[in-house]
């Protein structure tokens, strides 16, 4: 019995882990997530809607809905209770440490701070004019509430209810997004840019430019791989790196987008478009990003959150606008790979 050589025997070896090893790592590489419509809500109620905000752990839904906010529970749609007395609301932050809640009243000037548990308002704060995005920052205990009117924004004391200081931006203002090492990330939808500040010293440190992407709206940000993404409003998404503010890509999405919002364990960002769709948008290859779904919804539904416990997106919508709304109602996008 003739013997081969150990050479001859390494390459054949070789030979064969060059044909297994590709069927086998394409065979491990999971397909994205496919996204659709799962439930839908019908809440109803006259006027129009804003952005919306999440508490996954309380399972409920905080819809700005122009003179009030609608509390919803998020997984029965069922309205728990309504925060009125206001003019043109724009959005609700949440300080769940506190105890508190806090909603922008645009049309009043004002942001006012009510009772998470028992859902009534506390009192009312002074902000600049057109108060819009609001973000809480748990680490300062402020609010920062940012003034669409006069391009500024409210930095609010979240403890005693007091305002700390009034900061001039470079711009209006759109979303705002909030990071664990104290940095705020906002849109300023005049300049296509994206604004950064110092959430502690209440400082902006930089500004940087988003063309060819027009007109930011929405915003998410990615906190594991340090990325921003910006939606706007020629129909186009703007990936940005934090460490060095880089336009990473810009990738089309549908038109009339005013939300963005990102899925950190699917890694895909989506952009909530008024024409009826929901873009879907991930990281195909190390550096290259890619829309890989386009979700039909409904015309109207152009704001998002997401629910981390579900890992689903909720959107409101509706016919109409303003006082002439009909047919209001929350709708949930899911892959079917959230909370069973």
Not at 145 to 165: I, M
Not at 193 to 216: E, G, K, N, Y
Not at 309 to 317: E, G, K, N
Request: a positive charge; glycine letters at 10%.
């Amino acid at each position: 019995m003739s013997r081969k050589s150990p050479s001859l025997v390494r390459m054949a070896v070789l030979l064969s882990l060059a044909m297994i090893l590709p069927a086998v790592s394409s065979a491990q590489v999971a397909p994205p997530a496919s996204y659709k419509v799962t439930k839908r809500f019908p809440l109803g109620g006259a006027g129009g809607w804003d952005y919306l905000a999440i508490d996954s752990s309380a399972r409920r839904a905080y819809i700005a809905r122009a003179d009030r906010v609608m509390v919803v529970d998020a997984d029965s749609g069922k309205l728990i209770a309504e925060i009125g007395g206001m003019e043109r609301v724009h959005g609700v932050a949440l300080a769940p440490d506190l105890g508190r809640g806090f909603i922008s009243s645009g049309g009043q000037g004002k942001v006012v701070a009510f009772h998470l548990g028992a859902l009534k308002a506390i009192t009312d704060i002074a902000a600049g004019k057109n108060p819009d995005a609001i973000v809480y920052d748990p680490r300062w205990k402020r609010i920062w509430a940012f003034n669409g009117g006069d391009n500024s924004a409210s930095v609010l004391d979240a403890t005693s209810l007091f305002p700390v200081r009034t900061i001039a931006l470079p711009g209006k203002p759109e979303f705002a997004v909030l990071d664990p090492h104290g940095q705020i990330y906002v849109n300023l939808e005049d300049k296509s840019a994206i604004a950064r500040i110092d959430a502690h010293t209440m400082d902006i440190t930089a500004q940087w430019p988003l063309a060819p992407c027009q007109s930011p709206t929405g915003l998410a940000i990615d906190i594991e791989k340090g990325r921003l993404f910006a939606g706007c409003g020629n129909a186009k998404m703007a990936i940005v790196e934090i460490s060095s503010g880089k336009l990473l890509a810009t990738v089309p999405i549908g038109k009339r987008c005013d939300g963005v919002a990102f899925d950190p364990a699917a890694g895909v960002a989506v952009s909530a478009n008024g024409e009826g769709t929901l873009t879907v948008v991930r990281e195909t290859a190390a550096g290259k990003f890619e829309a890989v779904q386009t979700v039909t919804t409904q015309p109207s539904a152009r704001t998002v959150a997401f629910d981390e416990a579900t890992r689903s997106f909720l959107l409101p919508a509706g016919e109409g606008q303003r006082n002439a709304v009909r047919n209001f109602e929350l709708l949930v996008v899911g892959s079917g790979e959230g909370r069973k």
